[in-house]
């Protein structure tokens, strides 16, 4: 069972709706993700590039530390990735003044291009569902996101389901 938060009765969900939640999920990451992967294809890029260039576009002058925190992936992953997006341009890397050891990476003029250019289209797809469900799904669709959403990570998102926290 699950308690819902918002309201005082308790959420009953038969096997069959959760299935078709996951099944929901599966579809909108596939369509989420069609538009930037056919954009992407165009560069030999992958979603392992995307979620790069976006988490160092999000977060100017990130340590590679902190995004494997982000990317929950290995070093050995992330290296092949980013020495790609480092040759070809779309990232830069600097070293901290503070300590010798922190690589910072940033977007170049080219990384921030592509980069906008993929959130532009998935953003155009969240805004016309957030658009045609209402305010009220939208704070319930961020509740539950933010609900699947590993403990460790929530914070990111603050306390609220709005989002403005």
Sequence with gaps: MLQSKTHSK??????????QAIELLFYAYRDFTGEPDAILAHYDFGR?????????GRNSGITVGALLG?????????????????????????????DR???M?????????LENLLTQRQGRRIANAYRAAGAD???GFRAVL???VNE?????FGDSASGHG
């Excluded at 929950?72 to 830069?92: A, C, H, N, P, Y």
């Excluded at 990476?105 to 291009?113: N, P, Q, S, V």
């Design 101 to 103: 050891r922190r690589r």
């Design 70 to 98: 982000i990317l929950k992936i290995t070093k050995q992953s992330l290296s092949r990735v980013l020495g790609q997006l480092l040759d070809e341009g779309f990232i830069e890397q600097r070293t901290d003044n503070d």
């Design 10 to 19: 308790p959420l009953f969900l038969s096997e069959e709706e959760l299935r």
């Design 137 to 139: 799904a939208v704070d």
């Design 152 to 156: 460790e990570d929530r914070s990111r």
């Design 48 to 56: 392992a590039h995307h979620r790069v260039i976006y988490f160092v």
């Design 105 to 113: 990476l940033f977007l170049t003029a080219k990384g921030a291009d």
């Design 146 to 148: 933010r609900g699947i």
